[in-house]
């Protein structure tokens, strides 16, 4: 069972879970200390223009200037339009420093890099990507299925999409009815209207339209028929989720539910242990093996150890199990802590490479249901795999994590002693420099004792060399490996004393403190829903969907159609009763046919039957090649045991009338769907009178044919002419 748990008591951290049964295979986070600008969109005006990086940068409101290359700025904007004669055209041709313009936001910033911008918009809705100013964009989700692809080709081309805009079909659409996408289109049309009333309301920088948040975008993005409960555990974010329900999703909303029980809302579930796991940086695995994730500035490592892993029968079975355990194990921690980037997998070693295709093919299997973009290499004879994946949004590193204030981030620190030796070079370098009288080193409590204890000579002999004086001030409110060296020239007095020197602890507001502190900047267009609720679709249009799916899936969704009830006269070959199936050839003295076999009839323009005019080429029935007439001399002992054996009496003259009826280069083909009609509206196509049977008597019952005795000539003579 599928459940989305939003977990909203905390104000400073708005938490959402997709769970099955109680696995956590999705989850999202939010601070609203720190804002997440993904996809607002800003008003910026462009500060500087770099024709070596074909680029500008541009002012949104942000400490940090935002990135936009010439490639990613709409020819909307450019002051003269393009000549393609003309070559390359130069940057500062087309663009001016001071000039406005409406930007998004594509990718956030990171490290000592800005804003990734671009002012080709996108505007998610349930079921499509309006591209407003971007008419080359557009296309259907890669996760459709080819059998659906063509349906959904076929109700965008009905939909009412504007001039110069592009669309994109999410994977949501499927299954869905052209009133419901259209609905879907007319909203997102009336948000672009309102983001361009406002663009030209105010003068830039300002924040135009803003991200909805976490659980907004939760329930656009993963609410789908197969979650089975929505609980939330508070009120007002309850009352929000029904209201954007009752908007967007009105056939949904009954699955959206408030949880009030006592015990929290994730400890319900046992989902609080896995998400500790997603800060972690080594993660267990269920054989007893364990995946290390390390960051680095280029890329992710990730590292495989079978540690206590004993599965397996020898060392390869247990590498194999331990790697695919790996492969499905890194596919959900990369989907749970939203990482992106480049990843290199360092695999345990592996000598088969069936085993390697193995690990490969379960990791790509293992990636399906992520909504990110995932582009999987192969295994390297160093038995590395490199891999890819979209970032959506910052990581959850990157909204719940700071660097650690000793390390900075790195994970280690300097010893002691390699510390402590360090700063006395840096002593000696700074006593050498002319006009030194004095150094005074700030050191943490362990370097400082180590110097004045074990290194006490070596300070003596600086000072005796260079003539300088050397003072150590140790201090509780340093931590390995911060220190300070102060150097004073000649002449200088000091005017206080060793002690006194020691820093006093200064009283820091933490950061998140200041964060939270900080005025958040509200957008010009806020609060936007449609002015009407979606389209609940029909059951009758839910039934036409099955039973197009299911013509699909069988392969006769076209015959099917081209098969109406009203026309019985269409298939008279298929309405055989069970005394006017093809019988054996009645027993002559000529013929060599086997048991089983009906006698073919020579061609003539009576007995041929024309094709039907209004089936489409997969209804109409391939003609058979004519077959070579088997020898005589082969038949001869075949043909006087079949004659002996026939005992089917006078109803083999009718049986071949109907057999040859049957048979001929038109014979319906047994795969095709019989569609069952009344026994009064049943109207056979006109049959040649030399085909007919023999007319029964007056008194005989229904379905039964008079016996007669068969006349041997005309089956001879039937054989003859065919030789």
Same mark, same amino acid.
């Given at each position: 069972?599928?459940?989305?748990?939003?977990?909203?008591?905390?104000?400073?951290?708005?938490?959402?879970?997709?769970?099955?049964?109680?696995?956590?295979?999705?989850?999202?986070?939010?601070?609203?200390?720190?804002?997440?600008?993904?996809?607002?969109?800003?008003?910026?005006?462009?500060?500087?223009?770099?024709?070596?990086?074909?680029?500008?940068?541009?002012?949104?409101?942000?400490?940090?200037?935002?990135?936009?290359?010439?490639?990613?700025?709409?020819?909307?904007?450019?002051?003269?339009?393009?000549?393609?004669?003309?070559?390359?055209?130069?940057?500062?041709?087309?663009?001016?420093?001071?000039?406005?313009?409406?930007?998004?936001?594509?990718?956030?910033?990171?490290?000592?890099?800005?804003?990734?911008?671009?002012?080709?918009?996108?505007?998610?809705?349930?079921?499509?990507?309006?591209?407003?100013?971007?008419?080359?964009?557009?296309?259907?989700?890669?996760?459709?299925?080819?059998?659906?692809?063509?349906?959904?080709?076929?109700?965008?081309?009905?939909?009412?999409?504007?001039?110069?805009?592009?669309?994109?079909?999410?994977?949501?659409?499927?299954?869905?009815?052209?009133?419901?996408?259209?609905?879907?289109?007319?909203?997102?049309?009336?948000?672009?209207?309102?983001?361009?009333?406002?663009?030209?309301?105010?003068?830039?920088?300002?924040?135009?339209?803003?991200?909805?948040?976490?659980?907004?975008?939760?329930?656009?993005?993963?609410?789908?028929?197969?979650?089975?409960?929505?609980?939330?555990?508070?009120?007002?974010?309850?009352?929000?989720?029904?209201?954007?329900?009752?908007?967007?999703?009105?056939?949904?909303?009954?699955?959206?539910?408030?949880?009030?029980?006592?015990?929290?809302?994730?400890?319900?579930?046992?989902?609080?242990?896995?998400?500790?796991?997603?800060?972690?940086?080594?993660?267990?695995?269920?054989?007893?093996?364990?995946?290390?994730?390390?960051?680095?500035?280029?890329?992710?490592?990730?590292?495989?150890?079978?540690?206590?892993?004993?599965?397996?029968?020898?060392?390869?079975?247990?590498?194999?199990?331990?790697?695919?355990?790996?492969?499905?194990?890194?596919?959900?921690?990369?989907?749970?802590?939203?990482?992106?980037?480049?990843?290199?997998?360092?695999?345990?070693?592996?000598?088969?490479?069936?085993?390697?295709?193995?690990?490969?093919?379960?990791?790509?299997?293992?990636?399906?249901?992520?909504?990110?973009?995932?582009?999987?290499?192969?295994?390297?004879?160093?038995?590395?795999?490199?891999?890819?994946?979209?970032?959506?949004?910052?990581?959850?590193?990157?909204?719940?994590?700071?660097?650690?204030?000793?390390?900075?981030?790195?994970?280690?620190?300097?010893?002691?002693?390699?510390?402590?030796?360090?700063?006395?070079?840096?002593?000696?370098?700074?006593?050498?420099?002319?006009?030194?009288?004095?150094?005074?080193?700030?050191?943490?409590?362990?370097?400082?004792?180590?110097?004045?204890?074990?290194?006490?000579?070596?300070?003596?002999?600086?000072?005796?060399?260079?003539?300088?004086?050397?003072?150590?001030?140790?201090?509780?409110?340093?931590?390995?490996?911060?220190?300070?060296?102060?150097?004073?020239?000649?002449?200088?007095?000091?005017?206080?004393?060793?002690?006194?020197?020691?820093?006093?602890?200064?009283?820091?507001?933490?950061?998140?403190?200041?964060?939270?502190?900080?005025?958040?900047?509200?957008?010009?267009?806020?609060?936007?829903?449609?002015?009407?609720?979606?389209?609940?679709?029909?059951?009758?249009?839910?039934?036409?969907?099955?039973?197009?799916?299911?013509?699909?899936?069988?392969?006769?969704?076209?015959?099917?159609?081209?098969?109406?009830?009203?026309?019985?006269?269409?298939?008279?070959?298929?309405?055989?009763?069970?005394?006017?199936?093809?019988?054996?050839?009645?027993?002559?003295?000529?013929?060599?046919?086997?048991?089983?076999?009906?006698?073919?009839?020579?061609?003539?323009?009576?007995?041929?039957? =024309? %094709?039907? @005019? $209004?089936?489409? !080429?997969?209804?109409? #029935? /391939?003609?058979?090649? +004519?077959?070579?007439?088997?020898? &005589?001399?082969?038949?001869?002992?075949?043909?006087?045991?079949?004659?002996?054996?026939?005992?089917?009496?006078?109803?083999?003259?009718?049986?071949?009338?109907?057999?040859?009826?049957?048979?001929?280069?038109?014979?319906?083909?047994?795969?095709?769907?019989?569609?069952? =009609? %009344?026994? @009064? $509206?049943?109207? !056979?196509?006109?049959? #040649? /009178?030399?085909?007919? +049977?023999?007319?029964?008597?007056? &008194?005989?019952?229904?379905?039964?044919?008079?016996?007669?005795?068969?006349?041997?000539?005309?089956?001879?003579?039937?054989?003859?002419?065919?030789?």
């Amino acid at each position: 069972m599928k459940r989305m748990l939003i977990n909203a008591t905390q104000p400073e951290e708005l938490r959402v879970a997709l769970v099955e049964g109680q696995k956590l295979y999705d989850f999202d986070i939010e601070v609203p200390s720190r804002e997440q600008k993904k996809a607002n969109i800003y008003k910026g005006i462009i500060t500087r223009i770099e024709p070596s990086l074909e680029a500008v940068f541009v002012n949104y409101g942000a400490d940090r200037h935002g990135f936009l290359p010439l490639k990613e700025i709409a020819p909307m904007y450019f002051s003269r339009p393009l000549n393609p004669e003309e070559g390359r055209a130069q940057i500062k041709e087309l663009i001016q420093e001071g000039q406005e313009l409406v930007i998004q936001i594509e990718k956030e910033e990171r490290g000592n890099k800005g804003a990734a911008l671009t002012t080709y918009i996108a505007l998610a809705g349930s079921y499509l990507v309006l591209m407003p100013n971007n008419p080359r964009a557009g296309g259907i989700s890669r996760r459709i299925e080819s059998e659906t692809r063509s349906d959904l080709k076929d109700i965008v081309a009905s939909l009412d999409i504007p001039e110069g805009m592009g669309l994109i079909v999410r994977t949501a659409a499927e299954g869905k009815t052209a009133e419901e996408l259209q609905w879907d289109l007319n909203y997102l049309l009336q948000l672009w209207d309102a983001i361009e009333r406002s663009a030209q309301e105010r003068q830039a920088p300002f924040l135009i339209f803003q991200e909805s948040n976490v659980i907004i975008r939760a329930l656009r993005d993963h609410l789908r028929a197969d979650i089975d409960e929505i609980l939330i555990d508070n009120p007002a974010t309850y009352r929000m989720v029904r209201n954007f329900l009752q908007q967007v999703m009105p056939n949904l909303i009954g699955k959206a539910k408030l949880y009030e029980d006592t015990v929290p809302l994730f400890s319900r579930f046992q989902i609080e242990s896995q998400i500790e796991l997603a800060y972690r940086r080594e993660v267990p695995l269920p054989s007893g093996g364990a995946i290390v994730i390390d960051h680095t500035e280029a890329l992710t490592s990730i590292d495989i150890n079978s540690a206590r892993s004993t599965k397996g029968g020898n060392i390869e079975e247990t590498a194999l199990t331990t790697n695919l355990e790996a492969a499905e194990e890194i596919a959900r921690q990369l989907r749970l802590r939203d990482m992106g980037g480049l990843f290199v997998i360092d695999f345990i070693d592996m000598l088969a490479s069936r085993n390697q295709r193995a690990v490969e093919n379960k990791l790509r299997e293992a990636v399906k249901s992520d909504r990110a973009r995932v582009q999987i290499g192969r295994i390297s004879r160093f038995g590395l795999l490199e891999m890819s994946r979209q970032r959506l949004r910052p990581s959850l590193g990157e909204s719940s994590l700071i660097p650690c204030p000793r390390c900075q981030g790195q994970g280690t620190i300097r010893g002691t002693e390699s510390l402590a030796l360090s700063i006395l070079r840096i002593i000696e370098e700074e006593a050498i420099k002319p006009n030194t009288g004095r150094v005074v080193v700030h050191l943490p409590l362990e370097p400082a004792t180590f110097l004045l204890n074990e290194k006490r000579h070596m300070l003596e002999q600086i000072e005796k060399r260079h003539e300088v004086s050397v003072v150590i001030v140790p201090s509780k409110h340093l931590e390995t490996p911060a220190y300070e060296i102060q150097r004073m020239r000649d002449g200088e007095e000091v005017e206080q004393i060793s002690y006194e020197q020691i820093p006093k602890e200064e009283s820091q507001i933490p950061d998140f403190a200041s964060e939270s502190a900080k005025k958040i900047e509200q957008p010009a267009v806020k609060d936007f829903l449609p002015t009407t609720p979606a389209p609940v679709q029909s059951k009758a249009s839910s039934k036409d969907l099955i039973k197009r799916f299911w013509r699909k899936l069988v392969g006769g969704g076209k015959t099917a159609e081209a098969q109406p009830e009203e026309k019985p006269a269409e298939q008279p070959l298929q309405e055989t009763t069970t005394a006017e199936r093809p019988q054996r050839r009645p027993p002559t003295t000529r013929g060599g046919r086997r048991r089983g076999q009906t006698r073919r009839p020579r061609k003539t323009a009576e007995n041929t039957l =024309e %094709p039907r @005019q $209004d089936a489409s !080429p997969e209804e109409q #029935p /391939a003609h058979e090649p +004519p077959r070579k007439r088997q020898s &005589n001399r082969r038949g001869t002992n075949r043909r006087r045991r079949g004659g002996r054996r026939h005992t089917q009496g006078g109803q083999n003259k009718n049986s071949a009338s109907e057999g040859t009826r049957q048979t001929g280069p038109e014979t319906q083909n047994p795969a095709q769907p019989t569609v069952s =009609e %009344p026994a @009064q $509206d049943k109207k !056979p196509s006109p049959t #040649p /009178a030399a085909l007919l +049977p023999p007319p029964q008597a007056d &008194n005989a019952p229904p379905n039964e044919v008079k016996a007669e005795k068969p006349k041997p000539q005309e089956p001879a003579k039937a054989s003859s002419e065919e030789e």
